[in-house]
């Protein structure tokens, strides 16, 4: 049985680097690549978005001869068809956000739902920015039931491309407590 990550690409630069991200994971840790796009209606190879598509497919194969990569349409909402192809996968990777929301989005629908649902590890990938700043792996942290698949894959992504990896936490309060009256339980300060 081959062992894969799979990229949703939507023909967006932030897609396109996502995909780049994922093939560069899949040559890393010997899997193979499936790139899926989605949407509600097929665009098919001679449409703008199946030729931006079919080019970074291209180009991705060409920059990893070795990497087994397939290419594939299919007809759907995004996140239900995206998280229903990952059930086999080692790791599903979208963009941050894709070509739909508006400017300053930083989290998009696709993404949402992607990692709210996603039945394997996922791998939110932020729009290239050119900044200098050190790359930063961030991994999700269920302090009640950690899962060590995704500490180890935090973990061993920030060794290989040499990023700060930072934990991150969460809860929900209880219905009576209003977030202006809750204290932050630990605070950084630089004082």
């Not at 449409?47 to 397939?70: N, Q």
């Not at 269920?142 to 698949?149: E, K, T, V």
């Not at 990023?163 to 991150?168: G, K, Y």
Request: charged share 25%; aromatic share 4%.
């Amino acid at each position: 049985m081959t062992r894969y990550v799979v990229a949703g690409v939507d023909g967006s630069a932030a897609s396109v680097a996502a995909l780049r991200w994922a093939a560069a994971e899949g040559v890393a840790r010997g899997l193979a690549l499936r790139v899926v796009t989605v949407s509600p209606r097929r665009h098919g190879t001679g449409s703008a978005v199946g030729r931006r598509v079919a080019a970074a497919v291209a180009e991705v194969a060409r920059l990893h001869p070795g990497l087994d990569v397939v290419a594939r349409e299919i007809a759907g909402v995004p996140d239900r068809v995206l998280n229903d192809v990952g059930a086999g996968a080692e790791l599903l990777v979208v963009a941050t956000r894709g070509s739909g929301g508006f400017p300053g989005l930083r989290l998009g629908s696709v993404a949402l739902g992607v990692a709210s649902d996603a039945p394997c590890a996922v791998a939110l990938v932020p729009e290239e920015s050119g900044g200098s700043g050190m790359p930063e792996v961030a991994v999700g942290v269920d302090g009640h039931h950690p899962d060590a698949r995704a500490l180890d894959l935090a973990f061993e992504t920030a060794r290989r491309r040499e990023a700060r990896l930072r934990a991150v936490g969460a809860w929900r309060l209880p219905a009576p407590y209003d977030e202006q009256v809750v204290m932050p339980v630990e605070e950084d300060r630089a004082d």
